[in-house]
Antibody
Framework: QLQLQESGPGLVKPSETLSLTCTVS??????????WGWIRQPPGKGLEWIGIISSSGRSYYNPSLRSRITISVDTSKNQFSLRETSVTAEDTAVYYCVRQDGLCRGVGCYSVWFDLWGQGTQVTVSS | QSVLTQPPSVSGAPGQKVSISCIGT?????????VHWYQQLPGTAPKLLIY???RRPSGVPDRFSASNSGTSASLAITGLQAEDEAFYYCQSFDSPQSRWVFGGGTRLTVL
């Protein structure tokens, strides 16, 4: 059974770079045509989609975060990563890594959902 | 204005039926993008509850159902149980912004 696990520092200073890694276990992330991505949840608030990447490296980002976000993939390690630059207190959140599935692929696909979630990792931006 | 709007809270007694609405726009649900629903129990990650408007993943009880109409969607829970107490989120696609979006979430309280 496929599982996702986030890892990375829980505390990041303002203006610095947040880096998180998601490790996929129980199977190969490149064995199917899924996309992999990140979603975050600020304290006491709802969910925000950050971005996704395919196992071949095709990525799509939330336009509101695009200038600060990079998602990369390393299929040899069964991992994908998030890098978010110039963080502020507004980036404080629980960050979830997810698997995206759907009836089609890519941005603009009419039916895409997130069927696997990691347990989430708390990231606090504070000096 | 949020792309997907949900009521902040709903409540019901055990055994009753509750419904949670998800009001979208002509560029999201109204444009034909499917709606998916997630359940987030306290202190846990969200879990996929309904996908492609009305399909249930394996293991989700048939007490949970969903439907769409026009620019809105609705999640129904029948035979309410204490374990259903959680936050529920709808999700779809915002075509003008080319991004996947979630509703603000609805807190279900079982009285």
């Amino acid at each position: 059974q496929l599982q996702l696990q986030e890892s990375g520092p829980g505390l990041v200073k303002p203006s610095e770079t947040l880096s998180l890694t998601c490790t996929v276990s129980g199977g190969s992330m490149s064995s199917d045509d899924n996309y992999w991505g990140w979603i975050r949840q600020p304290p006491g608030k709802g969910l925000e989609w950050i971005g996704i990447i395919s196992s071949s490296g095709r990525s799509y980002y939330n336009p509101s975060l695009r200038s600060r976000i990079t998602i990369s993939v390393d299929t040899s390690k069964n991992q994908f990563s998030l890098r978010e630059t110039s963080v502020t207190a507004e980036d404080t959140a629980v960050y979830y890594c997810v698997r995206q599935d759907g009836l089609c692929r890519g941005v603009g696909c009419y039916s895409v959902w997130f069927d696997l979630w990691g347990q989430g990792t708390q990231v606090t931006v504070s000096s | 204005q949020s792309v997907l709007t949900q009521p902040p809270s709903v409540s019901g007694a055990p055994g009753q039926k509750v419904s949670i609405s998800c009001i979208g726009t002509s560029s999201s649900i109204g444009a034909g993008f499917d709606v998916h629903w997630y359940q987030q129990l306290p202190g846990t990650a969200p879990k996929l509850l309904i996908y492609a408007n009305s399909r249930r993943p394996s293991g989700v009880p048939d007490r949970f159902s969903a439907s769409n109409s026009g620019t809105s969607a609705s999640l129904a829970i029948t035979g309410l149980q204490a374990e259903d107490e959680a936050f529920y989120y709808c999700q779809s696609f915002d075509s003008p912004q080319s991004r996947w979006v979630f509703g603000g979430g609805t807190r279900l309280t079982v009285l």
